[in-house]
């Protein structure tokens, strides 16, 4: 960004709503994804086989992405501060009821992943809270900095696995829900509503949206993005234990290098989209994420060049995250909260299937060959589908926007 651009965007929202929703985020996200980093201890624990794992760590996405859908509504009614206090209350007396009561089944775990879902679903929460105090030329860098919270799944996989091997994988929970009262004071503390909010919908009023062609293609291009960076932050701890005979410290240290490039560089991907386009980003990025994809499909010999295409894999859908965020608020600012929720649902069932899917591909085929090309497939038909729609986009985004000179689409 230019000086004269860095001034500008400072000047223009709340910082600390910024940083409260970025905080939430971050630490939500840890929660969210904190079965994946102990994945290897609670498999040993239960005796889990491929497919259960692949579920145990899908689960709380597939929970995540329903519970978008209810907070984006929550939020539009009865604003994002009161919605994100409710949603910390609930996870952080999941966390302490695991705690206390233990772990011992799997259907015990599945349950724990239900609550962590609440964690994930704070997507819908955090980014309409930042988006509402940024106009739209700043809307790119405003949700990659609220975005950048998925740096949590960073924190996951660097400390949960050594934590728990110190002081037992379940004692991890009770000191993650310690973790989440700080977050928590904190945010009731800088957390602040936008002076202006768009106006209250009734249900029907939600649905509409559901029948706009754009909707179904901003879900298309985000449940690629997201999808693709939370599935694989969630398997890459078992996939580097099973592929390469890490272990659990040793993986969680792989998958946080994976995962923190792509959590970085969402707010290279706002700030990209600002400065070249979303659409344009969006096309590059794509291709990109599939030939990664479709080269750790093939088993690569070495853990070093595995690694090396996970993080470019990563980069690219970290992202492309952020760039399909410069593009929504631009088509719905009216509707941000609910879109949020529908967008976030997306990414969340993305991810569901590309953790899920892996799992499978391992139990049924002895390789998780499968899983990583047909979500190979799946980032290409996106590419298609941005270039479709790209020469409309451009004609009709810019009806809505009076500055249209400072935003690119």
């Known amino acids: 960004m230019s000086l004269s651009g860095d001034k500008s965007f400072l000047k223009s929202g709340h910082l600390p709503t910024l940083f409260a929703a970025f905080l939430y985020f ?21 005796s889990l086989d491929p497919a259960h794992k692949g579920l145990m ?16 509504v929550l939020v539009d009614h009865f604003g994002a501060k009161r919605t994100g206090i409710g ?29 962590l879902g609440i964690a994930g679903a704070s997507f819908a929460i955090a980014l309409p809270m930042a988006s509402r105090w940024y106009p739209p030329q700043h809307q790119g860098k405003a949700l990659g900095l609220a975005g950048a919270g998925n740096s949590g799944t960073v924190l996951a996989a660097l400390f949960a696995p050594a934590l728990g091997l110190y002081f037992g994988w379940v004692n991890v929970f009770g ?18 509503e936008a002076p202006i909010q768009p106006p209250k919908q009734s249900l029907s009023g939600y649905l509409k949206v559901l029948a706009i062609a754009d909707t179904w293609w901003f879900m298309l291009f985000y449940a690629v993005t ?7 932050a969630s398997s890459l701890s078992i996939y580097f234990h099973a592929q390469y005979g890490l272990e659990p410290v040793q993986a969680g240290y792989a998958t946080a290098a994976c995962v923190f490039t792509g959590s970085m560089f969402r707010p290279i991907g706002g700030w990209l989209a600002d ?12 291709v990109l994420a599939a030939a990664m994809l479709v080269l750790v499909s093939v088993g690569l010999p070495s853990l070093w060049m595995a690694l090396g295409a996970f993080v470019v894999a990563m980069l690219a ?46 139990q049924w085929t002895g390789s998780y060959q499968a899983g990583f090309l047909i979500f190979a497939g799946l980032a290409l038909v996106a590419f298609i589908g941005i270039n479709i729609v790209k020469k409309s986009w451009r004609a009709s985004f810019s009806k809505g926007v009076t500055d249209m000179d400072k935003v690119r689409i």
Not at 275 to 286: D, F
Request: aromatic share 10%; with cysteine.
């Open 87 to 115: 949603a910390q209350l609930v996870v952080i007396l999941g966390l302490a009821a695991a705690w206390f009561f233990g772990v011992p089944s799997y259907d015990a775990v599945l349950l724990l992943g239900v609550v």
């Open 317 to 362: 859908l970290g992202t492309g995250n952020g760039a399909v965020f410069q593009l929504v608020p631009v088509r719905f600012g009216r509707e941000i909260g609910v879109m949020t929720g529908l967008v976030g649902f997306a990414g969340g069932l993305g991810g569901f299937y590309l953790a899920s899917s892996l799992g499978f591909s391992k």
């Open 175 to 192: 000191l993650t829900a310690l973790a989440m009262c700080v977050v928590l004071a904190v945010f009731i503390v800088l957390a602040k």
């Open 226 to 232: 997201f999808g693709g960076f939370v599935g694989l």
């Open 26 to 46: 971050d630490a939500s996200f840890m929660c969210w994804v904190l079965l994946g980093p102990l994945g290897i201890q609670i498999s040993k624990a239960l």
């Open 275 to 286: 400065k070249v386009g979303g659409i344009r980003a969006l096309s590059v990025l794509y």
């Open 57 to 72: 760590v899908a689960v709380p996405v597939l929970a995540g992405a329903v519970i978008r859908i209810l907070n984006g």
